[in-house]
């Protein structure tokens, strides 16, 4: 299964204790998968997912906090393998316009409003609720392998306003996008990742999202690493290739002979190593020298021999 999806079955399975904390996780699932239907002026209530978990949690929920009667269908998909959809059904009876006033899907004027119902989300642990609820209705969370994301999708655009502004009060500059007929709420950095997955409370999706973002940091050091140790190596061994041109040019035109002392004996070493660098020669020099101390009679050898090539050319 993917990330998201075994974060999202993690999250199903943590129940609220609190009766308000199940309120808001409630009331943010309700807000993002429940469909009212009105015939003969009677309401009923209808939730669709295709977590079993979440339908299993909706029911409980209405049971603990409301006492109400819910049904849970399920469907199966037959188009190319799909998951299977579950309904949580509530028929229509007097309880539900009290659920759906609790749940903040209608007001005291039997409108829809299209905040979040300030009551739910007073506390900091009703607010966390909140969050893991809306993460369940239609959050999803990319493969820390990958590129950093995460995103929920609200067809409701001050509500993804609302969403946003909630994110803000825990320091999460949540940004939105829109998506054919959708409003994407969505986090890049994964600092923020982590930090809402922990407010959510799944915290074992935290720590494999954090070992995946270790493992693929350390990966993309060795390979920085490693490409610069490359580019290095390629550096040194042209080099040292120009430098051995210039050496036998010398040795050619007016023999090595002629030479000073200190610049004959870095072209013979050369010569002989031609794959070590600059430093390691001069530490094979008696007295030992630096490497600049090498790179300065390299650079006289190679005026020398620019001399001889101009010389020919004259």
Known sequence: MSFSVN?????????????????????????????????????????????????????????????????????????????????????????????????????????LPDIIKPELIKKDCCRRS?????????????????????????????????????????????????????????????????????????????LNFENARIYKDVRNSVNRLVNCETANLNKTVNAAVEQIKDIKLIEEAIGLFKLPVNLREVAELRLKYPDTCLKELGEMLVPRIGKSGVNHRIRRIQRIAQKIRESKKN
């Open 7 to 111: 974060t999202k079955n993690e999250l199903a399975r943590i129940m609220a204790a609190k009766p308000c904390c199940q309120m808001a996780e409630l009331a943010a699932m309700v807000k993002m998968d429940g469909l009212i239907q009105i015939s003969h002026s009677q309401m009923s209530l209808h939730l669709l997912t295709e977590s079993a978990a979440v339908a299993r949690k909706v029911f409980t929920y209405l049971k603990n906090l409301f006492g109400v009667h819910t049904d849970i269908l399920m469907k199966k998909k037959a188009r190319l393998k799909k998951n299977n959809v579950y309904l949580v059904r509530m028929l229509p009876q007097p309880e539900v316009a009290r659920v759906l006033s609790s749940v903040g899907m209608i007001d005291e004027q039997g409108q």
């Open 130 to 206: 909140y969050l893991r609820g809306v993460f369940l209705g239609g959050g999803s969370v990319s493969d820390p392998e990958g590129d950093y994301h995460l995103e929920i999708l609200v067809n409701d655009e001050n509500f993804s306003l609302a969403l946003c502004q909630l994110m803000k009060r825990y320091g999460l500059t949540a940004k939105i996008n829109k998506r054919k007929n959708w409003d994407v709420v969505y986090l890049k950095g994964s600092e923020e990742i982590v930090k809402l997955l922990n407010l959510m409370g799944a915290h074992g999706a935290l």
